[in-house]
Structures are given as C-alpha cells and as structure tokens.
Nanobody, 125 residues
Framework: QVQLAESGGGVVQAGDSLRLSCAVS????????MGWFRQGLGMDREFVAA??????YYGDSVKGRFTLSRDSAKNTMYLQMNSLKPEDTAIYYC????????????????????WGQGTQVTVSS
C-alpha cells in the first residue's frame, strides 16, 4: 500500500504563489507515476500535472504557471504554483500509480491507484 498526504494549501490573492507538497509513504518503490489533480466546487476532477520518469506533463490551464518537482530522498512531490488566478480555486489532490503512464495518458484520473485526502487552495480576486 501507498499513502499520500498533501499539505501547503491556503487562501491567497490573485497573482500570489503557493507551493503544495505531497509526502509519499509505504511501498514507495512501487510508484512509477505521480500526479496532481484538482476539483473545484461542482466541477469534475481536472488534471494539473504528472510525471512518470521524464519531464513533467501539464494541463493546458496551468502550463507556464505551475511546476511539478520531486525530491526522491524525501519521498515528496511538490507543485509550485505561480501567478495564481481565482479559477485555480479548488481542492488539490496528489495521486500515484504503480505503472508508467506515457504522455497524455497521465491525465486520466482513472489510471491512478492511490489518492491523498486533498488540500484546499482558495484564490481571491
């Protein structure tokens, strides 16, 4: 089993930055793909970013503003969010998959095996 724990959410103003963290524990050696998704109130879960060994892959709505990184020594994944907009307001979820997910397939929530509880990000205008 793999456990995921997000942190770093909060309330910020438009244009501000925020960094989310996702701590991974348990069978970390089984994880090959990790990603971030978000879900706004009344909205479907939306792909944000993911990585499966090469360069991260980003959703169109965050490309150029958000950066995914990993610290393998700490078993932690980060999401640096810059130039935040009110439409970025959502619960942000960390997800992990046992297999590799090449390219755009990383954007499909159904492929992920493990999910965190989520962290709320609220961006005020």
């Amino acid at each position: 089993q793999v456990q995921l724990a997000e942190s770093g959410g909060g309330v910020v103003q438009a244009g501000d930055s925020l960094r989310l963290s996702c701590a991974v524990s348990g069978r970390t050696d089984s994880v090959q793909t990790m990603g971030w998704f978000r879900q706004g109130l009344g909205m479907d879960r939306e792909f944000v970013a993911a990585v499966t060994g090469g360069s991260p892959y980003y959703g169109d709505s965050v490309k150029g503003r958000f950066t995914l990184s990993r610290d393998s020594a700490k078993n932690t994944m980060y999401l640096q969010m810059n130039s935040l907009k009110p439409e970025d307001t959502a619960i942000y979820y960390c997800a992990a998959r046992r297999g590799r997910s090449p390219g755009p397939s990383m954007s499909f929530p159904s492929l992920y095996d493990y999910w965190g509880q989520g962290t709320q990000v609220t961006v005020s205008s």
